[in-house]
Nanobody, 126 residues
């Protein structure tokens, strides 16, 4: 399973770091992605990372502000979120799958991937 943590309530311009930790399997063989969903809206791919940390994708709305990374020793993928904005408010989910060609494909195709976490709420008031 995947477990997200690190969400919370922050002011605009502040930062948060989300964690996605796997249990029961080794995450380093998987492409991992962060997705977010606001009530009444579709789920969007935010950032995805390949097995190699060299290959990562960011959606246009977060590029330059968010950074995805992975620590294989801790079986964890992180999403560092800087300069948060009210439009970043959502429940953030992580997902993992092995049958993915590229991180961009994972984030943009937004399919029903093999593993999903339960989500963590990020709130940035306006």
């Amino acid at each position: 399973q995947l477990v997200e943590s690190g969400g919370g309530l922050v002011q605009p311009g502040e930062s948060l770091r989300l964690s996605c930790t796997a249990s029961g399997f080794t995450l380093d063989r998987y492409t991992v992605g962060w997705f977010r969903q606001d009530p009444g809206k579709e789920r969007d791919g935010v950032s995805c990372i390949a097995e190699s940390e060299v290959f990562a994708y960011y959606s246009g709305s977060v590029k330059g502000r968010f950074r995805i990374s992975r620590d294989n020793a801790k079986n964890t993928v992180y999403l560092q979120m800087n300069n948060l904005k009210p439009e970043d408010t959502a429940v953030y989910y992580c997902a993992a799958d092995r049958a993915i060609t590229t991180p961009q494909a994972m984030c943009t195709m937004n399919l029903d991937y093999h593993y999903w976490g339960q989500g963590t709420q990020v709130t940035v008031p306006s």
